[in-house]
């Protein structure tokens, strides 16, 4: 009798590297890449997700999905803003891909980072790089998939 055991990451992603979900992510996101044919998008998501973590190119490849699902949506169907969001943040948070509450974390520690420390580091900013590059993993993954299905 033959068993196999499939290690996936904390995103669901097959993996063989046990607690590196950024790894697994760029794996599982090349094979979708494949499925999913050539789209720009992706592919400079991709390449500023790839690229060694800093939180300039964090940011970027979060702004190509935002716009990228703005275009995407029709006109008509596009939320408006809020008090608190833009109209494309709207759009994000309604897929429930990741809560506000962390979404607010990972945008606050992004721009802290990439605009200066001017200020004391508050606590809706106090995402460190591995974290903002795991919830942004896990945004890329349900944007990829929505994507491709």
């Known amino acids: 009798m033959r068993s196999s055991i499939e290690v996936l990451s904390a995103i669901g992603a097959p993996t063989t590297e046990v607690g590196d979900p950024v790894a697994s992510l760029r794996q599982w996101a090349l094979k979708v890449m494949i499925a999913a044919g050539d789209d720009s998008e992706v592919a400079t998501a991709l390449e500023y997700f790839g690229r060694p973590t800093n939180w300039y190119d964090l940011w970027t490849a979060y702004e190509i999905i935002e716009d990228d699902l703005w275009n995407s949506t029709p006109s008509k169907m ?26 607010r974390t990972f945008a606050e520690s992004c721009n802290y980072h990439r605009h200066g420390r001017r200020r004391p580091l508050k606590p809706e900013q106090s995402a460190n790089e591995d974290q903002a590059r795991l919830m942004l993993a896990h945004i890329i993954q349900h944007w990829i998939e929505e994507k491709i299905a």
Request: aromatic content about 8%; glycine content about 0%.
């Open 78 to 103: 596009r939320p408006k803003p809020t008090k608190k969001l833009r109209a494309k943040r709207v759009l994000l948070m309604s897929r429930k891909w990741v809560s506000e509450a962390d979404f």
